[in-house]
């Protein structure tokens, strides 16, 4: 009998009450001392008949295992659940374009040409591939994502598309939804009152901290700021449509990000916003050493990072029991991993990372096939490097696509142990302690 491997253990989150979370399942167990050292001692070989009572207890809820194989069970059973998505769902990502009117410092599609937008015949073709993927796996939902590049540098596809499959799920009997990831430039009201009567929706914009280190990064090609632009569209729009803001964040910007929630707080925007969720900018490209090109930062200083930005928009939004900022609890691997899930690109190629979209090398086909292969970024499971890595139900080896870009090579993982270990250190024992007021267990099931 033994702790799973994926077992995290936190100690002494209140006086004689400590927490095994298990990151494989996502749910916790909160224990006194005496029932943590029955564990200590069943796991030594030196339990007496008491300690073995309370070990068994705990093995038959999952937390202890027979030996490494169940565990491996456990993780390939989780994996399988993982690529079969959300019953009945279908995830598209739709880019129109790859072109963009910002040439953000950090961007993974910088180098894209500028010129690769959708074509009238790839449009159609397109349409023809999601409904026909959305009969054969018989999904009652569609939800699309629009991204590029910038996607709102193509309105007329976004409208265009949005209302031929909406139109096509309600035939169905089904339901369409969508949501845009976009810069903000040419967000505006009536956009978004016309994508509004094709279904629910919802838009992410990106301001990365306040106007200063905003306007580092996120530039017009001619080096000029866009912090103001994107603002002024922001207050626009709030209010009027389920309105998210990100932010891609370098280790030592959290002042920056206090005054941008101030100012969203200041403009009447920030009680208005569905969630707020900043995130570690991730560097995609390397100069001729080798070496990051955008300022990153080491996993540990962006965890740090991330957990006071979460306490400052905790502190902002005490109305908001989840957290928005630290989500990897229970996030599960990226849509790399989904079966029922595609990112097409303006050429019509299909992808199962959108962060590879454009790179024909790794693409698993085009919406005119009829049959696509398996995703190269998956092929030398990489994850399997990983050893006894408690987070690998969450991460199975980080951004597989970001790494390929940065080094070419689809057999390395993107370790981001440390930042997981701040993260959940924060926010598995807050999660656990609101939900969970009563005692810790003291062995008597």
């Given at each position: 009998?033994?702790?799973?491997?994926?077992?995290?253990?936190?100690?002494?989150?209140?006086?004689?009450?400590?927490?095994?979370?298990?990151?494989?399942?996502?749910?916790?167990?909160?224990?006194?001392?005496?029932?943590?050292?029955?564990?200590?001692?069943?796991?030594?070989?030196?339990?007496?008949?008491?300690?073995?009572e309370i070990a068994g207890e705990l093995?038959?809820?999952?937390?202890?295992?027979?030996?490494?194989?169940?565990?491996?069970?456990?993780?390939?059973?989780?994996?399988?659940?993982?690529?079969?998505?959300?019953?009945?769902?279908?995830?598209?990502?739709?880019?129109?374009?790859?072109?963009?009117?910002?040439?953000?410092?950090?961007?993974?599609?910088?180098?894209?040409?500028?010129?690769?937008?959708?074509?009238?015949?790839?449009?159609?073709?397109?349409?023809?591939?999601?409904?026909?993927?959305?009969?054969?796996?018989?999904?009652?939902?569609?939800?699309?994502?629009?991204?590029?590049?910038?996607?709102?540098?193509?309105?007329?596809?976004?409208?265009?598309?949005?209302?031929?499959?909406?139109?096509?799920?309600?035939?169905?009997?089904?339901?369409?939804?969508?949501?845009?990831?976009?810069?903000?430039?040419?967000?505006?009201?009536?956009?978004?009152?016309?994508?509004?009567?094709?279904?629910?929706?919802?838009?992410?914009?990106?301001?990365?901290?306040?106007?200063?280190?905003?306007?580092?990064?996120?530039?017009?090609?001619?080096?000029?700021?866009?912090?103001?632009?994107?603002?002024?569209?922001?207050?626009?729009?709030?209010?009027?449509?389920?309105?998210?803001?990100?932010?891609?964040?370098?280790?030592?910007?959290?002042?920056?990000?206090?005054?941008?929630?101030?100012?969203?707080?200041?403009?009447?925007?920030?009680?208005?916003?569905?969630?707020?969720?900043?995130?570690?900018?991730?560097?995609?490209?390397?100069?001729?050493?080798?070496?990051?090109?955008?300022?990153?930062g080491s996993p540990k200083e962006e965890?740090?990072?991330?957990?006071?930005?979460?306490?400052?928009?905790?502190?902002?939004?005490?109305?908001?029991?989840?957290?928005?900022?630290?989500?990897?609890?229970?996030?599960?691997?990226?849509?790399?991993?989904?079966?029922?899930?595609?990112?097409?690109?303006?050429?019509?190629?299909?992808?199962?990372?959108?962060?590879?979209?454009?790179?024909?090398?790794?693409?698993?086909?085009?919406?005119?096939?009829?049959?696509?292969?398996?995703?190269?970024?998956?092929?030398?499971?990489?994850?399997?490097?990983?050893?006894?890595?408690?987070?690998?139900?969450?991460?199975?080896?980080?951004?597989?696509?970001?790494?390929?870009?940065?080094?070419?090579?689809?057999?390395?993982?993107?370790?981001?142990?440390?930042?997981?270990?701040?993260?959940?250190?924060?926010?598995?024992?807050?999660?656990?302690?609101?939900e969970l007021a009563g005692a810790p267990?003291?062995?008597?099931?």
């Open positions: 009998m033994q702790l799973s491997r994926f077992l995290v253990t936190y100690e002494s989150v209140r006086a004689d009450e400590h927490v095994l979370y298990d990151v494989l399942d996502d749910r916790y167990v909160g224990l006194n001392s005496a029932a943590l050292g029955a564990v200590t001692r069943a796991m030594a070989g030196s339990a007496d008949d008491d300690d073995r093995a038959s809820q999952g937390f202890l295992v027979a030996d490494r194989e169940h565990d491996d069970r456990r993780l390939r059973a989780h994996l399988d659940r993982v690529a079969r998505g959300e019953p009945g769902i279908m995830s598209i990502t739709l880019m129109p374009t790859l072109a963009c009117n910002l040439a953000c410092t950090y961007c993974f599609q910088k180098g894209s040409p500028a010129y690769n937008t959708m074509s009238p015949e790839t449009e159609a073709q397109t349409l023809e591939f999601i409904l026909r993927k959305v009969d054969e796996a018989g999904s009652r939902e569609l939800r699309l994502e629009y991204f590029g590049g910038e996607p709102l540098a193509r309105k007329d596809v976004v409208l265009r598309t949005a209302e031929v499959l909406s139109r096509s799920m309600a035939a169905r009997g089904g339901r369409f939804s969508w949501h845009i990831i976009t810069n903000g430039i040419n967000l505006d009201r009536p956009f978004v009152d016309a994508m509004r009567r094709f279904g629910e929706g919802g838009v992410k914009v990106t301001l990365d901290g306040d106007k200063e280190t905003h306007d580092e990064s996120r530039v017009y090609r001619s080096g000029k700021g866009s912090f103001d632009v994107i603002f002024e569209n922001l207050c626009a729009v709030a209010g009027h449509v389920r309105l998210d803001v990100g932010g891609n964040f370098l280790p030592g910007q959290q002042e920056s990000y206090a005054r941008l929630i101030q100012r969203l707080d200041d403009a009447g925007i920030l009680a208005k916003l569905h969630a707020i969720k900043f995130k570690p900018a991730q560097a995609t490209a390397a100069n001729d050493l080798g070496t990051c090109a955008g300022g990153c965890g740090e990072t991330l957990i006071m930005l979460d306490r400052l928009v905790r502190k902002k939004r005490p109305e908001r029991a989840t957290s928005e900022t630290l989500d990897a609890l229970g996030s599960g691997p990226c849509e790399l991993h989904w079966d029922p899930s595609y990112i097409i690109d303006p050429d019509g190629l299909v992808y199962k990372c959108p962060a590879v979209a454009g790179r024909p090398e790794v693409a698993i086909g085009s919406v005119r096939d009829l049959a696509l292969r398996g995703a190269p970024l998956l092929a030398l499971r990489p994850w399997e490097q990983c050893g006894d890595c408690p987070y690998l139900p969450v991460c199975v080896g980080g951004c597989l696509g970001g790494q390929y870009l940065k080094t070419g090579r689809r057999d390395q993982v993107n370790c981001k142990k440390e930042w997981f270990e701040a993260s959940f250190k924060e926010a598995v024992p807050r999660r656990y302690l609101a267990w003291d062995g008597e099931a």
